[in-house]
């Protein structure tokens, strides 16, 4: 290999590693302001003061405030920490269920595979935002029926990945060695499987959170998530839109929020990714 050649690669690695560094620290930084809500926020998120309704921005009031006189800056930092965290809920819920189901899958296979999977494809058929809106609408509303529904028609993808993944590994030496030397089958697909098909499972589950972020937020938008008034992002700007032509801040406000938190987000999940690629590491 080239010095040229050498030298780029270890340019682009170290590039990779200052994106994963920057991108970590402020997805961080947004996980920290989540926990630390209530004392970051310096108002009562939903206290009212009906003489200061629909205040512009100032120095008192940062972000202005809304219909009802309660400080935008305190309810969107409030609202980071429903939003988040259940966005974060919700991505562990579908990644931890798609993974048993296509390790389970892709392992034993038979009728236990063509049944579930095929319940993967009925999922897989619908409009994911449409069927997550239909289920939603059922279970009747409320952030915990959102998530519900987006864990429903989110799974399969983490399944099918899953499943292709134990499928490669079982047949590998290893597995037979294990399968010898005594293994259970449990014991094979926690300490074997598990650990050699994780990596792109976690990929794929960084790159997800902030489109599970949006979608949850439109749900709430929607009227399918979170209700008024409690603080969430997708709830704050459906319950304000109309005062977008006379109070912009107060809509604007929370959008702005989801805007950055996706970004960084989704900037995060694309440096994993570059990071877990064995070319961007010069391997």
């Given at each position: 290999?080239?010095?040229?050649k050498?030298?780029?690669?270890?340019i682009?690695?170290?590039?990779?590693?200052m994106?994963?560094?920057?991108?970590?620290?402020?997805?961080?930084?947004?996980?920290?302001?989540?926990?630390?809500a209530?004392?970051?926020a310096?108002?009562?998120p939903?206290?009212?003061?009906?003489?200061?309704?629909?205040?512009?921005?100032?120095m008192a009031?940062w972000?202005?405030?809304d219909?009802y006189?309660r400080?935008?800056?305190?309810?969107?930092?409030?609202g980071?920490?429903?939003s988040?965290?259940?966005?974060?809920?919700?991505?562990?819920?579908?990644?931890?269920?798609g993974?048993?189901?296509g390790?389970?899958?892709?392992f034993w296979?038979?009728?236990?595979?063509?049944?579930?999977?095929?319940?993967?494809?009925?999922?897989?058929?619908?409009?994911?935002?449409v069927?997550?809106?239909?289920?939603?609408?059922?279970?009747?509303?409320g952030?915990?029926?959102?998530i519900?529904a987006?864990?429903?028609i989110?799974?399969?993808?983490?399944?099918?990945?899953?499943?292709?993944?134990?499928?490669?590994?079982?047949?590998?030496?290893?597995?037979?060695?294990?399968?010898?030397?005594?293994?259970s089958?449990?014991a094979i697909?926690?300490?074997?499987?598990?650990?050699n098909?994780?990596?792109?499972?976690l990929?794929?589950?960084?790159?997800?959170?902030?489109?599970?972020?949006?979608?949850?937020?439109?749900?709430s938008?929607?009227g399918l998530?979170?209700?008024?008034?409690?603080a969430?992002?997708?709830?704050?700007?459906s319950?304000?839109?109309s005062?977008?032509?006379?109070?912009?801040?107060?809509?604007?406000?929370?959008?702005?929020?989801?805007f950055?938190s996706?970004?960084?987000?989704n900037?995060?999940?694309?440096?994993?990714?570059?990071?877990?690629?064995?070319?961007?590491?010069?391997?």
């Open positions: 290999m080239s010095e040229a050498i030298r780029k690669q270890k682009k690695k170290d590039s990779v590693k994106r994963l560094v920057i991108f970590g620290t402020l997805a961080l930084l947004l996980l920290l302001a989540s926990i630390f209530e004392q970051l310096h108002c009562d939903y206290l009212q003061d009906l003489s200061n309704a629909k205040a512009a921005p100032s009031h972000l202005g405030t219909r006189g400080d935008m800056l305190s309810r969107v930092i409030a980071s920490r429903t988040i965290y259940s966005t974060l809920l919700l991505v562990a819920i579908v990644t931890v269920t993974t048993a189901v390790t389970v899958c892709g296979g038979g009728w236990v595979d063509t049944v579930l999977m095929r319940i993967s494809d009925i999922f897989l058929a619908f409009p994911g935002l069927f997550a809106m239909a289920v939603a609408g059922v279970l009747g509303g952030l915990q029926n959102a519900i987006l864990a429903a989110s799974w399969p993808k983490y399944a099918r990945i899953a499943r292709s993944r134990t499928l490669t590994e079982k047949e590998a030496p290893y597995i037979r060695a294990a399968r010898l030397a005594g293994c089958t449990p697909i926690l300490r074997h499987i598990l650990p098909i994780i990596g792109p499972i990929v794929t589950a960084m790159l997800d959170i902030g489109t599970m972020m949006m979608e949850l937020a439109g749900l938008f929607l998530g979170a209700k008024p008034p409690a969430e992002w997708g709830s704050m700007m319950d304000t839109r005062l977008l032509p006379t109070a912009p801040w107060v809509t604007l406000s929370p959008g702005v929020a989801i950055i996706v970004m960084i987000f900037l995060l999940g694309d440096t994993v990714r570059d990071w877990a690629d064995p070319k961007s590491r010069g391997r």
